[in-house]
């Protein structure tokens, strides 16, 4: 119950196109969603985050879907380009919990 | 803002041989921690977290142990490396208190090779 399941594990979309990243949990207690973005060799960095009174949150090129009845949540990446190459990690939490419960992590390859 | 070190950046280191990486943190009071390990290609494992000075709390049983001396430093550590042990080491922090959201906040990591 407190797995992230994350899909597709990898990707690769044309540039100028959208790429898509889906996420589903099971634990309804969760209100905490955020999205990491890491790059090769690098530690992950907060890219956009979302609670469940909200159903889209959108910051730039970047957005987040949310369906609390459905338990899944998705990254949208508008116009994607080739510096959008990395590995996006979706996460939840309970807020004021010590742990987020990471998904397993989709690799996007932008081609140019 | 809050800040993440490590060092070192990479490591090789033979079978056998102890280990201690360290992590320090800027720009936050009594942060929770985290060690992360990540497997070439892989997720993030979570290791170990800190609440406080010397609360540790394990996640996996392994080779390794983790301490935390001061309230912005915490050290990963063992005794003798396994091949196993290899892979990229993240230290993360989150802010806690009134306000505090969810965010970790990750280190630059330390590569390490046990041949």
């Known amino acids: 119950q407190q797995q992230v399941k994350q899909s597709p594990q990898s990707l690769i979309v044309q540039k100028g196109g959208i790429s898509i990243i889906n996420c589903a949990y099971e634990?309804?207690?969760?209100?905490?969603f955020p999205w990491y973005q890491q790059f090769p060799g690098k530690g992950p960095a907060l890219l956009i985050a979302i609670r469940p009174d909200v159903s889209e949150k959108k910051e730039g090129r970047f957005t987040i879907s949310f369906n609390k009845s459905a338990k899944q949540f998705s990254l949208h990446i508008m116009d994607s380009q080739p510096g959008d190459s990395a590995t996006y990690f979706c996460?939840?939490?309970?807020?004021?919990?010590?742990?987020?419960?990471f998904g397993q992590g989709t690799r996007l390859t932008i081609n140019p | 803002s809050q800040t993440i070190h490590q060092w070192p950046a990479t490591l090789v280191q033979p079978v056998g041989s102890p280990l201690s990486l360290e992590c320090t943190v800027e720009g936050t009071s009594n942060p929770n921690l985290y060690w992360y390990r990540q497997a070439a290609g892989r997720g993030l494992q979570l290791l170990f977290y800190?609440?406080?000075?010397?609360?540790i709390s394990s996640e996996v049983p392994q080779n390794l142990s983790a301490s935390r001396p001061q309230d912005r430093q915490f050290i990963l550590s063992s005794k003798k490396l396994l091949l196993s042990d290899s892979g990229f080491y993240l230290c993360?922090?989150?802010?806690?208190?009134?306000?505090?959201?969810?965010?970790?906040?990750f280190g630059p990591g330390t590569r390490l090779t046990v041949l």
């Open positions: 634990n309804t207690a969760f209100d905490y």
């Open positions: 993360a922090g989150a802010q806690v208190g009134r306000g505090a959201t969810n965010e970790q906040f």
């Open positions: 996460a939840a939490s309970i807020q004021g919990a010590q742990k987020l419960v």
């Open positions: 800190s609440v406080g000075i010397g609360q």
